[in-house]
């Protein structure tokens, strides 16, 4: 990593830092100076061995490149997620992996894709479509409820966070009164540098204390999707939890951690995005009453809300990327081994394919956003995610005639999965 743009400490630790994730504004003012002046900065800790040195790529062009080329750009040997060298070493102790869960976001080829394979098919539009009407009754019901709450609502509390939480764990044959311990255990894998979502003070533990409350969660989360496996190999329904429980990859059952991990990256990763983008959406929208009655009068538009949604809030903020071989990247060389730090944040705000980036635009077109990622690792749910989006959004316009804020709303500390953990709105019903 000779003769590299160094960043400098203050930029480094925001690079990395949960809370500037919750700044907003002023995280997007710091991407836009390392894009514009180191577009492949080497980041380096202030205190040696709290992590390993990284490259942070920031501009679309280059995050795209890596994301489509899995065989040059590995998700593993390395954890995908940033993590602190204190968590590495706890989790090889754990579970001989460097990562507590194995996941389909930590697989490569050959193995990736036989994985994906198996739930490929259920998660495409011809099959999501009888899912339509349950999710309707769900989006009218939410709706339902918000407005109950009067004219002053928390969107995120009452809508945003409860809603694809069910449609997720219905898809997995989870009842409603398991959703609460769900929900809970995903805050505390993906929120756990947010005090609020975490809700056990993690923000004030050391990295390993941290490690130790999460590989706690993980652990439930094994005992109980294993019950829920169990159940579905005696009980078979068209869930994707059956087809989990009862896939086969080269003709034998999945291992009992590759299980555990499919089930946990559906469950997490299924709600906890399309609730930050959801609530992303309505943000823009209670901020620009004009385009929110264009959309009323004009359902064409809301394809759009979505899409843009997800660009503009990009819930999933990085993943990590091994180089398998050296390489260069915008006139940086990049050694075999190095690791990599794909950030979807500055991507999607960088000017240079968002003309205004961080203008909420539903008209903007194209809109060839890596909110869900590229190529072979692209987000599985991604169909799933507009679908439930787009008719919670039906729901919404038909029932509310207006919105604006009515307080200040409030971003996660997290440098993974982020998004609003708070959005006060007022609403008049229709």
């Not at 756990?192 to 439930?220: C, F, H, N, R, Y």
């Not at 299980?259 to 299924?270: D, K, L, P, Q």
């Not at 004009?290 to 064409?300: G, P, T």
Request: glycine fraction near 6%; include cysteine.
């Amino acid at each position: 990593m000779s003769g590299a743009a160094v960043l400098s400490g203050d930029l480094a630790r925001t690079v990395i830092d949960p809370h500037a994730y919750a700044e907003w504004d002023g995280l997007l003012d710091t991407f836009d100076h390392i894009r514009a002046t180191t577009p492949v900065a080497k980041v380096q800790p202030d205190t040696p061995g709290l992590f390993d040195p990284f490259w942070l790529v920031t501009r679309y062009d280059d995050v795209m490149r890596i994301s489509k080329d899995n065989a040059a750009f590995l998700n593993n040997p390395r954890p995908v997620v940033f993590s602190f060298n204190q968590a590495i070493e706890f989790s090889r102790a754990a579970t001989g992996s460097n990562m507590l869960v194995d996941s389909l976001v930590v697989f490569d080829a050959p193995v990736h894709p036989k994985y994906r394979k198996l739930t490929q098919e259920w998660f495409m539009p011809r099959n999501l479509a009888k899912l339509e009407d349950e999710l309707r009754t769900l989006a009218a019901a939410t709706v339902d409820r918000m407005l109950a709450q009067g004219s002053e609502v928390d969107f995120v509390k009452e809508v945003s966070g409860p809603y694809p939480l069910r449609v997720v764990m219905q898809i997995l044959g989870v009842p409603p009164e398991d959703e609460f311990r769900m929900q809970m255990l995903t805050q505390q894998l993906f929120g756990g540098q947010d005090k609020d979502l975490s809700g056990s003070g993690m923000d004030q533990m050391t990295p390993e204390q941290v490690v130790q409350i999460v590989a706690g969660a993980v652990k439930t989360f094994e005992d109980y999707f294993a019950a829920l496996a169990e159940d579905r190999r005696r009980n078979p329904t068209d869930d994707v939890a059956s087809v989990i429980a009862n896939a086969l990859v080269d003709g034998q059952p999945l291992p009992p951690r590759d299980m555990a991990g499919y089930y946990i990256i559906v469950a997490t990763a299924g709600h906890d995005t399309t609730s930050a983008s959801t609530a992303g959406a309505m943000q823009a929208l209670a901020r620009d009453p004009e385009q929110y009655a264009r959309v009323r009068a004009d359902r064409s538009l809301l394809p759009g809300i979505v899409e843009e949604a997800i660009r503009w809030t990009s819930p999933v903020q990085h993943f990590m990327r091994t180089a398998a071989e050296d390489c260069e990247i915008s006139g940086q060389a990049i050694k075999k081994g190095d690791w990599l730090m794909i950030n979807y944040v500055a991507a999607n705000h960088d000017p240079a394919q968002f003309p205004n980036p961080r203008r909420f635009d539903a008209a903007r077109s194209p809109n060839r956003h890596l909110a869900f990622g590229a190529g072979a690792h692209q987000c599985l749910g991604l169909h799933l995610a507009r679908l439930e989006m787009k008719i919670l959004f039906e729901a919404i316009l038909d029932r509310v005639a207006s919105v604006e804020p009515a307080g200040e709303a409030k971003r996660a500390s997290s440098t993974f999965v982020g998004g609003l953990k708070t959005l006060p709105l007022r609403v008049t019903a229709a």
